[in-house]
């Protein structure tokens, strides 16, 4: 179930949810979540159904739909679980190496399909719900990097770190929604002084 406390992770949707009396089988609820992966990367997100996951998968469709009530729900887990493995993997060494890893993981397959439930959730109430439990989590963690950034480099606040981590969360998704300017290292840089800027000042505000 999708529940960090630490985080700030709340979502109502249990991807491991079965029926009452069945024990779950984890080896096939991961080839799900993988087959359902590399199919949309091959084939395209449109283009894989639940009928094709469920043959990659070798299992039947109705193992499928006891998991995840939808398509989009279902891709929305494999989208949170790559989310997930690449923060785990990931040292934010400072601000600067948080957002490279971060527009990295952007770039991929992973960040194609964020977009694309994105526009499905408009019609979906509980996968807007997963979404937003998601980009809280990630914004949450940020404004925990930017506070040890800051610690790091001895500058003291002035905007809150929460109001930081809003600003570098907003341009990210500014450009990986409307793909108007490259999601680099480049911008991940210049996101990082902005963020040292609103940090390096003598006076303490609203921190």
Do not use: C
């Amino acid at each position: 179930m999708i529940f960090l406390h630490y985080d700030g992770l709340v979502s109502t949707y249990d991807p491991a949810r079965t029926r009452r009396g069945r024990p779950r089988d984890a080896k096939a609820h991961q080839r799900i979540l993988d087959a359902a992966f590399e199919l949309s990367r091959a084939n395209g997100y449109a283009e894989t159904t639940i009928k094709a996951i469920a043959k990659h998968a070798r299992v039947g469709r109705q193992t499928i739909y006891r998991r995840w009530p939808t398509k989009e729900r279902l891709f929305m887990e494999v989208v949170t679980t790559q989310v997930q493995q690449a923060a785990l993997a990931t040292n934010a060494g400072s601000i600067e190496d948080y957002l490279k890893r971060l527009f990295e993981l952007a770039r991929t397959r992973t960040g194609d399909l964020l977009t694309i439930l994105l526009v499905q959730a408009s019609d979906d109430p509980a996968l807007t719900l997963d979404i937003q439990a998601l980009i809280n989590q990630r914004r949450t963690i940020l404004e925990q990097v930017v506070v040890e950034d800051a610690r790091k480099h001895g500058h003291t606040y002035a905007v809150p770190a929460s109001a930081i981590a809003e600003l570098l969360a907003a341009a990210m998704w500014y450009r990986l929604i409307y793909r108007h300017k490259p999601l680099d290292d480049a911008f991940a840089h210049e996101l990082a002084g902005i963020a040292r800027a609103l940090t390096n000042e003598r006076k303490l505000y609203g921190h």
